[in-house]
T-cell receptor, first 113, second 114 residues
Framework: DVKVTQSSRYLVKRTGEKVFLECVQD?????MFWYRQDPGLGLRLIYF???????EKGDIPEGYSVSREKKERFSLILESASTNQTSMYLC????????????FGPGTRLTVT | GENVEQHPSTLSVQEGDSAVIKCTYS??????FPWYKQELGKRPQLIID?????GEKKDQRIAVTLNKTAKHFSLHITETQPEDSAVYFC?????????????FGTGTKLQVIP
């Protein structure tokens, strides 16, 4: 059974702070993803990684960066948090090179004040 | 890039009725179309998917149809039950630069009224 975990369920940060969101998967998946979920906007891809130390920009990468030093861990970094980054952040992983199911983490509700 | 539109944004049905959610996509090269269900406070989970070489797929009360010519795919839920109440997301997957990139629709909130 695939397990994707995220470091925090709820997080409150101040404007300008550096924020780290961590995601860990235990199924040796090659691909990992970071999405943000906002009402009426669905799931929007921020960044993804298809291998260790590899990263690709998604549809809304501005204001974010990522790190993947180990296969099981994918970190999302907000260099200087802003109020418009208040959102639900979902991590996901997928195995293999082709199509297939993405397994999501429980999400982190981030509030930037 | 790919653009996925999903309708309706909200849907209310009586228990036992059918529900249909429709999605369109823009890139004819998209080759995989999953549907995810997200119950309140929980993570999205895959409920059914279809590949571009198939026109229809069914799993008990859930079915998905794909019209490649029209670039249109739909989720059909029959004999709805209260536990079907959730937000449903469609998605289209495209091979881009050697990896699969998935674009999600904006979601449909389904309410099944007992």
């Amino acid at each position: 059974d695939v397990k994707v975990t995220q470091s925090s369920r709820y997080l409150v940060k101040r404007t300008g702070e550096k924020v780290f969101l961590e995601c860990v998967q235990d199924m040796d998946h090659e691909n990992m993803f970071w999405y943000r979920q906002d009402p009426g906007l669905g799931l929007r891809l921020i960044y993804f990684s298809y291998d260790v130390k590899m990263k690709e920009k998604g549809d809304i990468p501005e204001g974010y960066s990522v790190s993947r030093e180990k296969k099981e861990r994918f970190s999302l970094i907000l260099e200087s948090a802003s109020t418009n980054q208040t959102s639900m952040y979902l991590c996901a992983s997928r195995g293999g090179q082709g199509v297939g199911e993405q397994y999501f983490g429980p999400g982190t509700r981030l509030t930037v004040t | 890039g790919e653009n996925v539109e999903q309708h309706p944004s909200t849907l209310s049905v009586q228990e036992g009725d059918s529900a249909v959610i429709k999605c369109t996509y823009s890139d004819s090269a998209s080759n995989y179309f999953p549907w995810y269900k997200q119950e309140l406070g929980k993570r999205p989970q895959l409920i059914i998917d279809i590949r571009s070489n198939v026109g229809e797929k069914k799993d008990q009360r859930i079915a998905v149809t794909l019209n490649k010519t029209a670039k249109h795919f739909s989720l059909h839920i029959t004999e709805t039950q209260p536990e079907d109440s959730a937000v449903y997301f469609c998605a289209a997957s495209l091979n881009s630069g050697g990896y699969q990139k998935v674009t999600f629709g904006t979601g449909t909130k389904l309410q099944v009224i007992p």
